[in-house]
């Protein structure tokens, strides 16, 4: 942690990413619920790609040092991202899909956010290193 940043402010990175975050990730379930129904969690499924494909990209600028890792590992990665991804509510509604004995939707919800949520970790990184070329 870099001497020039002081705990405090580090703790209002976070504050304030995660503000940013889980408003954002409001806005964004209401627009998806709004848009697909409530059938499936297509609105937790999106924030998490999302949530996903920002993350590579915020890890491959910092490796590549475009971004500062105290600053925008706090303020991105930790306040917003944490606030704004959903692995918690992608645990719940998994469960219950089970819960209410649709095995398929469960299934097809873990799948498509693993798989898809990696790839857009990867896509993101890759996209950073292309575009840094």
Same mark, same amino acid.
């Given at each position: 942690?870099?001497?020039?940043?002081?705990?405090?402010?580090?703790?209002?990175?976070?504050?304030?990413?995660?503000?940013?975050?889980?408003?954002?990730?409001?806005?964004?379930?209401?627009?998806?619920?709004?848009?697909?129904?409530?059938?499936?969690?297509?609105?937790?499924?999106?924030?998490?790609?999302?949530?996903? #494909?920002?993350?590579? +990209? *915020?890890?491959? !600028?910092?490796?590549? @040092? =475009? &971004?500062?890792?105290? %600053?925008?590992?706090? /303020?991105?990665?930790?306040?917003?991202?944490?606030?704004?991804?959903?692995?918690?509510? #992608?645990?719940?509604? +998994? *469960?219950?899909? !089970?819960?209410?004995? @649709? =095995? &398929?939707?469960?299934? %097809?919800?873990?799948? /498509?956010?693993?798989?898809?949520?990696?790839?857009?970790?990867?896509?993101?990184?890759?996209?950073?290193?292309?575009?840094?070329?």
């Amino acid at each position: 942690m870099s001497s020039a940043i002081s705990n405090v402010t580090l703790y209002a990175f976070v504050a304030l990413g995660g503000a940013c975050g889980a408003s954002l990730r409001f806005y964004i379930s209401q627009l998806v619920l709004n848009w697909l129904g409530k059938g499936f969690p297509f609105a937790t499924l999106m924030v998490n790609i999302i949530g996903s #494909f920002v993350m590579g +990209s *915020l890890y491959q !600028l910092i490796e590549n @040092e =475009v &971004l500062d890792i105290n %600053i925008h590992r706090t /303020l991105l990665g930790i306040g917003f991202l944490g606030a704004f991804t959903t692995f918690s509510t #992608f645990s719940l509604d +998994s *469960l219950l899909l !089970l819960q209410q004995g @649709e =095995v &398929l939707k469960a299934a %097809i919800n873990i799948l /498509l956010n693993v798989s898809l949520c990696i790839g857009a970790a990867a896509l993101g990184m890759f996209m950073v290193t292309a575009l840094a070329k």
